[in-house]
Structures are given as C-alpha cells and as structure tokens.
C-alpha cells in the first residue's frame, strides 16, 4: 500500500535536496528527522491513491493484485490509516524541520490525493500535476535545512519535474492498453501513432541538460556536475530520439530503463561534486565584487551556512 519502490525514490530526493542545501557541515539529525516525516505523508499519498483508484485499478493488469482489489484490507481501514500518517509526517516535520517543509510535504499529499488522482480519468494534463508532486520532495530536504525556498531548491525541483515526463511517457507507452483498460487518460493512450509522445519525450529530454546545468550556474554544483549531467542528457536524449523513430515497446523500453540509470547518477554526481564552482558562483553567493578592491562581500544568510569567504577562510562556527 506504501508503494515502497516509488516511495524510496521520494526519500531520496528529499536527502539530496537536503545535503545539497548544506555542502559542507551536513545535519544529519535534522536530515533523518525530515525523511522519517517524508515517509510518512508519502506514504499517505499512495493509500490515498489507491483508495480513490481502487475500482479502476482492479480492471489493469498491473495494478488488479494490489490488496484493495483483492479485498485484502477494507477501504475504512486504508483511509484511517492514510489520515494517521498524514497527520504524523505533518506534525513531524512542523516539530523537527519547520512549517515550510511541513507544509510542503503535506500540500503534496493533497494535491496527490485531490487533485492528480481525480485527474487521471478526465485529461492527459494529469501527467503535469502528477510531475509536481514528484518536485517536492527535494524542495522538502532543502527547506528542512534552510529555512526558506530559494532558487536552488527551484533548480532541483525543476530538473526532477521535467525527468519524469520522458520517464513516465515511456513507461504509459508500453502500458498504453492497460491504461486504456482502466479508463485512464495518458497521453500515449490517446496517441495512436505515438508521434506527439515521441516528440514530448525528446524534447524534455533536451530541456534536461540545461536545466541541470542550472545548478552549476546557480553555484550548487561544479564542473564535474556540469559535464557529468550534460552527458547523461544527451544520452537519455538519444534514445528518446531513437524512439521517435522506432515507436516500439522494445524502444520504449530502453528509454525507461535509461530514464531510471540518469537520475541516480546524476544525483550522485550532484552530491558528490555539490558547491560552487568559485567563490564569486551561484545564488548562495549573495555579495557584490566591488569595483576598487575587488572584495567579494558575502551576506550574512551566506556566511551562516558554512560557505568560504572572499579570502578562503571559512567563517567561524
């Protein structure tokens, strides 16, 4: 009911939204804090979900073993539930992490559960509403550990909005007959030819690289970051090329598979190479070089999350 496998990618977003936040003294305390209550309103979302898809799903191949359409559990029971954990991720993250995050994390089980859900069966824009959610979470992990949604929580949250239309829009093509049978409206179902899903996915494949480039211009991550997910783009672009034309389930396939090899590299690198590039990039560089002395003035916000002053020293704890 949890859908641990979609789940596990939310909480991992969230981490990397929060570890990027603060690249040099990491909290992890407040960092466990923010996951366990992510899970949690995750989680709600999903019962919510399946709650309100409950009959649909039943008719689809893929989803008619979950324990609502075998009558494994009662609905009254999934809806308490849901409600149970909505409520813990809400009053978790109010408690350890801030209203911001908490009110981020719950927002996203409403929009879930109100409004992408009830969408699925009238218009194909659900895929829209349902890309937001997945942009959440990382904004989430930033805002545990900034206080504030500023352009880098933006950056990430962009790059994981636009990856899951190309990923998703692969996975609804090789589905598109199941979906069909559930009475929901994907696009690739309402796209005989799979032309218009071609092309959405190969362009928003391509807007992948300068987005994640962003975040090498806005001084969250470096050179390595920069080259490492232009590259990845340019991959994950190529297939969807390839796609575009060979409008097969083999070919739909691969685009997936390589759709769900980008992110965690890409994230991976994100961590691993997160910073600015030099003192004077990105958005947590706030200063102004003047125009005599050439000193890099750095604002207080800057100087409070550990980041290198003008001279290379860092500032005190």
């Not at 408690?95 to 009238?122: D, M, Q, S």
């Not at 961590?271 to 200063?287: I, N």
């Amino acid at each position: 009911m949890a859908k641990i496998r979609l789940n596990a990618l939310v909480l991992i977003t969230t981490a990397v939204g929060g570890v990027v936040a603060a690249p040099s003294a990491i909290p992890w305390g407040l960092l466990g804090w923010t996951l366990l209550g992510t899970a949690a309103s995750a989680a709600s979302a999903s019962m919510f979900n399946q709650l309100l898809e409950r009959r649909r799903d039943a008719l689809m191949r893929r989803t008619a073993s979950r324990p609502l359409p075998q009558q494994h559990i009662g609905p009254l029971r999934v809806f308490v539930i849901a409600c149970a954990l909505a409520y813990a991720g809400w009053a978790l993250l109010l408690w350890k992490a801030g209203w911001i995050p908490a009110t981020l994390a719950t927002g996203n089980v409403l929009v879930y559960a109100l409004l992408y859900t009830p969408l699925k069966p009238l218009t194909s824009l659900n895929t829209i509403v349902g890309a937001v959610c997945g942009a959440i979470p990382p904004m989430v992990g930033w805002t545990a550990v900034t206080g504030s949604v500023d352009s880098g929580a933006w950056i990430i949250a962009g790059i994981l909005f636009v990856w899951q239309l190309p990923h998703f829009m692969a996975l609804a093509w090789m589905f598109r007959e199941d979906y069909t049978r559930g009475g929901f409206v994907m696009l690739p179902a309402r796209d005989p030819s799979g032309g218009l899903t071609a092309q959405t996915m190969l362009l928003t494949s391509l807007t992948l690289v300068p987005m994640a480039l962003l975040a090498t211009l806005h001084g969250l991550a470096g050179i390595v970051f920069a080259s490492s997910a232009s590259l990845l783009g340019l991959w994950l672009s190529w297939e969807s090329f390839r796609f575009l034309r060979d409008r097969s389930d083999a070919m739909a396939r691969r685009v997936f598979l390589v759709s769900i090899v980008y992110l965690p590299l890409l994230l991976l690198v994100m961590v691993l190479d997160r910073g600015p590039v030099s003192p004077a990039a990105g958005v947590r560089m706030r200063g102004v070089i003047d125009g005599e002395g050439g000193v890099l003035q750095l604002s207080p916000q800057t100087e409070s999350r550990g980041l290198p002053s003008a001279t290379g020293a860092m500032p005190s704890p």
